[in-house]
């Protein structure tokens, strides 16, 4: 195990710049995501930090070592990439085996490892089979195992699962995790999916346009986003323009002012009264209410239910409150209940509204 630190890494092609000043710290251990949509230079990044890039400014260090002008075959690594590429003549074993083979392992020490590594993936007697008879999913699996064969002490994954079907894809994420867990490796892991990255990370890294834009737990990302492309890109959101009216001392919140709406946020704001505010209210966050349940929320509000979408898991409803559209996600059983509503008025009560920037 060791830390890996990727300190203000700069990648510029001609007059565009990939990736702008981005710091990626990944201590011993643990499990970091690097989380961004396509083109946003999360691939470039990892590449960097595995020597396959040269940045053109910034440094990486493995343990407080300065390994930016090492090759990457001298950094000790192991880069999973977005396509399987074993060697489709070889058996599985012969993939696993072939990197040790080049480093001049003994015969049984070879048997060893390679054994062992496909006890670790859940591919033990698969042995003798060629690349054409392995599913995508078993592919992805001794591509890894081949990976992990050679022991390297930080792994890095670039998209692994973007080309596996979704029932596969959603089943390899665990084994990815477990596998890590299992290994204590240090891993560094790119992906455009956000449910992808809060199952399995420790911390992720939100990149936009070549630069990190937040940081933290799946957690922290999700309850507190410091940025409105965090907060739209990390679920769903209701954005909402305002303007600070004042802070009430007595109930400890702040009111903000949406046309004829006056919602209200908790806590004393840094900002002074007549501030445009940007503010994001989640979906999930906003329930359909009756007469009883009013209490429970500080901001309640009544307006038209305009459309109702039956999702599956959840119902999406968009409720006019006086020109203000809220979409308005309802789980569980109370879901069905809510399909009959459109064109009704009904009932809403939320309390959690998050600003996001000043104007």
């Known amino acids: 195990m060791i830390k890996v630190e990727a300190i ?19 201590d011993k251990g643990e499990f970091v995501t690097i989380l961004g949509p396509s083109g946003c230079g999360k691939s470039t990044t990892l590449r960097m930090i595995a020597g396959l890039i040269t940045p053109d400014e910034g440094k990486i260090l493995f343990d407080g070592k300065d390994v930016t002008d090492i090759p990457p075959e001298k950094r000790n690594i192991g880069f999973v990439f977005q396509k399987v590429a074993l060697f489709p003549h070889m058996n599985v074993y012969k993939n ?31 042995e003798e089979r060629m690349p054409s008879q392995l599913s995508g999913g078993q592919a992805q699996r001794v591509e890894i195992a081949r990976v992990l064969a050679t022991d390297p002490a930080v792994l890095l994954f670039d998209e692994p699962l973007s080309n596996i079907d979704a029932k596969l894809r959603d089943e390899l994420k ?29 911390k992720i890294y939100v990149m936009n346009n070549g630069k990190i834009e937040q940081v933290g737990t799946p957690l922290e990302l ?36 949406v046309g004829s709406v006056m919602l209200k946020v908790r806590g004393q704001p840094n900002f002074k ?87």
């Open 222 to 257: 999700y309850t507190d986003p410091k940025t409105p492309f965090v907060a739209s890109f990390i679920g769903s959101s209701n954005f909402i323009e305002a303007r600070v009216v004042s802070y009430q001392p007595e109930s400890g919140t702040t009111l903000l002012e």
């Open 96 to 126: 696993i085996a072939f990197g040790l083979q080049m480093r001049k392992y003994p015969k049984n020490e070879i048997r060893r490892r390679v054994n062992e590594v496909l006890q670790l993936v859940r591919m033990g007697g698969f």
């Open 273 to 359: 009264e007549g501030s445009k505010v940007i503010v994001s209210l989640r979906p999930e966050d906003i329930y359909i209410i009756d007469e009883s349940r009013q209490a429970e929320f500080l901001n309640v509000f009544k307006g038209k239910v305009e459309s109702v979408t039956f999702v599956g898991t959840f119902v999406r409803a968009n409720i006019d409150v006086d020109g203000l559209l809220l979409k308005v996600d309802v789980h569980g059983d109370d879901r069905f209940r809510v399909l009959n509503l459109q064109g009704k008025e009904a009932q809403i009560g939320f309390n959690n509204c998050t600003v996001l920037n000043i104007q």
């Open 174 to 202: 665990y084994e990815i995790r477990r596998i890590q867990r299992e290994t204590g490796k240090t891993m560094i892991y790119v992906t455009h999916d956000q449910g992808e990255a809060f199952a399995i990370s420790d």
């Open 8 to 26: 203000n890494l700069v990648k510029r092609y001609g007059q565009t710049t990939a990736v702008d000043k981005a710091t990626i710290t990944a």
